[in-house]
T-cell receptor, first 114, second 113 residues
Framework: GEDVEQSLFLSVREGDSSVINCTYTDSSSTYLYWYKQEPGAGLQLLTYIFSNMDMKQDQRLTVLLNKKDKHLSLRIADTQTGDSAIYFCADRHPSGGSQGNLIFGKGTKLSVKP | NAGVTQTPKFQVLKTGQSMTLQCAQDMNHEYMSWYRQDPGMGLRLIHYSVGAGITDQGEVPNGYNVSRSTTEDFPLRLLSAAPSQTSVYFC????????????FGSGTRLTVV
């Protein structure tokens, strides 16, 4: 079946850039998403990218999409302690009974050290 | 504030008990879904609905029932709780099938003993 993979942990120092990587298997993906989950909270949509785009920038966030390699990344510039959270990559389910639903990676826990 | 409201926030059940997790949204979203989150597993889809009166199964539907009598509400029923259903449950909604992302509730942390 379709799958989304992420590394589980990332540790950076405050002020550095963070890069969280994600790979997916569905070549027909139309939208890919990044969600943020703070401790004890629900998921907050950070950004999304449409499959015909290579890059999307939104303030400190930059999303890069390499469709050939099925690789998605989220770069956070000038990482702050408030960015410490779990970041989920998600892909739209391509087909079948759950068409349109999201498939989530297991999440990358970002720790920002002062 | 507009959004997705889940109740209760915490619940402890004994094995074999039944309960209903409530989910309501006030954004007139057609699409609603339930996910469970387990450590190291990410989020897995339980059930979803594309509109009032229409529901379907997701990846892990066993042991759960849903109904959608109104656009606003999408309750999740645990028929006979088992320890394997200990998890954090999230309800999500979207205007359509997730084109522009989903809005998530804050979750219900369920423990089955």
């Amino acid at each position: 079946g379709e799958d989304v993979e992420q590394s589980l942990f990332l540790s950076v120092r405050e002020g550095d850039s963070s890069v969280i990587n994600c790979t997916y298997t569905d070549s027909s993906s139309t939208y890919l998403y990044w969600y943020k989950q703070e401790p004890g909270a629900g998921l907050q949509l950070l950004t999304y990218i449409f499959s015909n785009m290579d890059m999307k920038q939104d303030q400190r966030l930059t999303v890069l999409l390499n469709k050939k390699d099925k690789h998605l990344s989220l770069r956070i510039a000038d990482t702050q302690t408030g960015d410490s959270a779990i970041y989920f990559c998600a892909d739209r389910h391509p087909s079948g009974g759950s068409q349109g639903n999201l498939i989530f990676g297991k999440g990358t826990k970002l720790s920002v050290k002062p | 504030n507009a959004g997705v409201t889940q109740t209760p926030k915490f619940q402890v059940l004994k094995t074999g008990q039944s309960m209903t997790l409530q989910c309501a949204q006030d954004m007139n979203h057609e699409y609603m879904s339930w996910y469970r989150q387990d450590p190291g597993m990410g989020l897995r889809l339980i059930h979803y609905s594309v509109g009032a009166g229409i529901t379907d199964q997701g990846e892990v539907p066993n042991g759960y029932n849903v109904s959608r009598s109104t656009t606003e509400d999408f309750p999740l029923r645990l028929l006979s709780a088992a320890p394997s259903q200990t998890s954090v449950y999230f309800c999500a909604s979207s205007y359509s099938l997730g084109d522009y992302g989903y809005t998530f509730g804050s979750g219900t942390r369920l423990t089955v003993v």
